[in-house]
């Protein structure tokens, strides 16, 4: 069994530290460290597992791990990583979003850890409201504004970045978040013994910060780790997919949803991920990167990925129900689908609109089904495609030409899969107006 920082290192989840002995005492001591959220959303989104998993890490590793909801940074907005201000939220939309971090903060955090010898203690979820909420303007610039110059504060990156940019600037409210984080850790250091701050690597200058107030105002040495940011092939932010951002929330990205985001990670960075989103051991790990060098097209790492990432946020259960519904896709059991998970295997698909009389009676002919679908160029051409064998109806072979669509066909009386080959299909919707 490897020891917390080996698998840190081993998982290239050391960015940077502040001193290079945290690593060591990560190993001997029972430290308290936290990690801070903010509630810009009333969800976590995939690319946040990283720190989420952390907090677990250390928990497991017999560490006490404090998870802090920004309720009142979350007022201000963190200017690191972005190119202009953040809007502002007021404070009914902002209390909604404290409640759904916690809630999911909750499902990795143990709040009753046993705390004994060798166990990992109980895990606290805080929301910094509580304390910075009730700081007066005046206490808060005398007690931590005057540790700090306005030189220092400009150099960091987030606010010089801003600066360079004249079309935006950065605004006294966003200039200030890295005083109140470092006040964060102060506070936490002075109530909860924390020692540790651990954060994504664009918030090492905040960090920082914390470290120096902590310094210079209690005379003790405090430490930050900064994990990578999470990049996929092509350099691009992790955790958005064509349709936008994939939320940890199975109501915003549904457990199917997100595993088929894992299942298409690129092979150039499917290693790095296994490496920070699941607790895979590092034999198992190695083992993956083998055969994805040796048999990519087998896509073995990308699918262990998918169950890791599935199963710790949605549970197994629904690691099965995604994998059913993925191979339903290509075979008669797509009718024995909900209508919700039909509709989340097919949404790539085009879509085309019918009327629902259109199924009335006889109904609609197959051939002309292929032709105005788009699968095929032209009725003559849909013959040919139904005689040889290639169409398909709810992933059924039809290979009648003279077949015709029909109420008894259509899923949940509306839907139906017209496939032509072995991957190229359509979604038929008989609720329309007709005009395809």
């Given at each position: 069994?490897?020891?917390?920082?080996?698998d840190?290192?081993f998982?290239?989840?050391?960015?940077?530290?502040?001193?290079?002995?945290?690593?060591?005492?990560?190993?001997?001591?029972?430290?308290?460290?936290?990690?801070?959220?903010?509630?810009?959303?009333?969800?976590l989104?995939?690319?946040h597992?990283?720190?989420?998993?952390?907090l677990?890490?250390l928990?497991v590793?017999?560490h006490r791990?404090?998870?802090?909801?920004?309720?009142?940074?979350?007022?201000?907005?963190?200017?690191?990583?972005?190119?202009?201000?953040?809007?502002?939220?007021d404070?009914?939309?902002?209390?909604?979003n404290?409640?759904?971090?916690?809630?999911q903060?909750?499902?990795f955090?143990?709040m009753?850890g046993?705390?004994?010898v060798?166990?990992?203690?109980?895990?606290?979820?805080?929301?910094?409201?509580?304390?910075l909420?009730?700081?007066?303007?005046?206490?808060?610039?005398?007690?931590?504004g005057?540790?700090?110059?306005?030189?220092?504060?400009?150099?960091?990156?987030?606010v010089?970045?801003?600066?360079?940019?004249?079309d935006?600037?950065?605004?006294?409210?966003?200039?200030?978040y890295?005083?109140?984080?470092?006040?964060?850790?102060l506070?936490?250091?002075?109530?909860?013994?924390c020692?540790?701050?651990?954060?994504?690597?664009d918030?090492?200058?905040?960090?920082t910060?914390?470290?120096?107030?902590?310094r210079?105002?209690?005379?003790?040495?405090?430490?930050?780790?900064?994990?990578?940011?999470?990049?996929?092939?092509?350099?691009t932010?992790?955790?958005?997919?064509?349709?936008?951002?994939?939320w940890?929330?199975?109501?915003?990205?549904?457990?199917?949803?997100?595993y088929?985001?894992?299942f298409?990670?690129?092979?150039?960075?499917?290693?790095?991920?296994?490496?920070?989103?699941?607790?895979?051991?590092?034999?198992?790990?190695?083992?993956l990167?083998?055969?994805?060098?040796?048999?990519?097209e087998?896509?073995?790492?990308q699918?262990?990925?998918?169950r890791?990432?599935?199963?710790l946020?949605?549970g197994d259960?629904?690691?099965?129900?995604?994998?059913r519904a993925?191979?339903?896709?290509?075979?008669?059991?797509?009718?024995?689908?909900d209508?919700?998970?039909?509709?989340?295997?097919?949404?790539?698909?085009?879509?085309h609109?019918w009327?629902?009389?259109?199924?009335?009676?006889?109904?609609?002919?197959?051939?002309?089904?292929l032709?105005?679908?788009?699968?095929v160029?032209?009725?003559?051409?849909?013959?040919?495609?139904?005689?040889?064998?290639?169409?398909?109806?709810?992933?059924?072979?039809?290979?009648?030409?003279?077949?015709?669509?029909?109420?008894?066909?259509?899923l949940f009386?509306?839907?139906?899969?017209l496939?032509?080959?072995?991957?190229?299909?359509?979604?038929?919707?008989f609720?329309g107006?007709?005009?395809?």
């Open positions: 069994m490897p020891t917390l920082s080996a840190l290192e998982r290239g989840l050391v960015h940077q530290v502040t001193d290079p002995a945290l690593l060591a005492r990560l190993d001997s001591d029972r430290l308290t460290a936290y990690i801070g959220f903010d509630p810009t959303a009333d969800s989104h995939v690319g597992l990283v720190q989420v998993l952390m677990r890490r928990q590793a017999g791990p404090i998870a802090v909801v920004g309720g009142a940074t979350g007022l201000i907005g963190d200017p690191g990583g972005r190119s202009a201000e953040r809007p502002m939220l404070p009914e939309q902002l209390a909604a404290v409640a759904g971090l916690r809630a903060l909750a499902r955090v143990d009753a046993a705390g004994g060798g166990e990992p203690s109980a895990g606290l979820l805080l929301d910094n409201a509580a304390w909420g009730s700081m007066r303007v005046v206490e808060f610039l005398r007690d931590v005057k540790h700090f110059t306005v030189n220092q504060m400009v150099a960091k990156e987030s010089r970045a801003r600066l360079e940019r004249p935006s600037g950065i605004s006294y409210t966003e200039f200030s890295m005083l109140l984080q470092a006040a964060d850790f506070h936490l250091y002075d109530t909860e013994g020692q540790v701050q651990i954060g994504a690597s918030q090492w200058g905040n960090i910060m914390g470290i120096e107030l902590i210079k105002v209690r005379g003790a040495q405090a430490f930050g780790l900064t994990t990578p940011l999470v990049t996929k092939a092509d350099g932010k992790f955790g958005k997919s064509e349709t936008g951002t994939v940890l929330d199975a109501t915003r990205t549904s457990p199917y949803q997100l088929q985001f894992l298409r990670t690129e092979d150039a960075v499917v290693g790095r991920y296994l490496r920070f989103f699941t607790f895979l051991d590092h034999d198992e790990i190695t083992a990167d083998e055969a994805t060098a040796a048999a990519p087998r896509r073995q790492a699918r262990a990925l998918a890791a990432v599935v199963g946020v949605h259960a629904e690691v099965a129900r995604a994998e993925a191979a339903a896709l290509y075979s008669e059991d797509i009718a024995s689908l209508e919700q998970t039909l509709l989340e295997v097919c949404a790539e698909a085009p879509v609109r009327p629902a009389d259109a199924l009335a009676g006889e109904g609609m002919p197959l051939i002309e089904a032709a105005r679908s788009g699968l160029d032209s009725k003559s051409k849909a013959r040919a495609v139904v005689e040889q064998g290639g169409a398909y109806l709810n992933n059924r072979k039809v290979t009648n030409p003279d077949a015709r669509l029909t109420r008894a066909d259509a009386g509306r839907f139906v899969v496939r032509r080959g072995r991957r190229e299909y359509h979604l038929l919707r609720d107006d007709g005009r395809g």
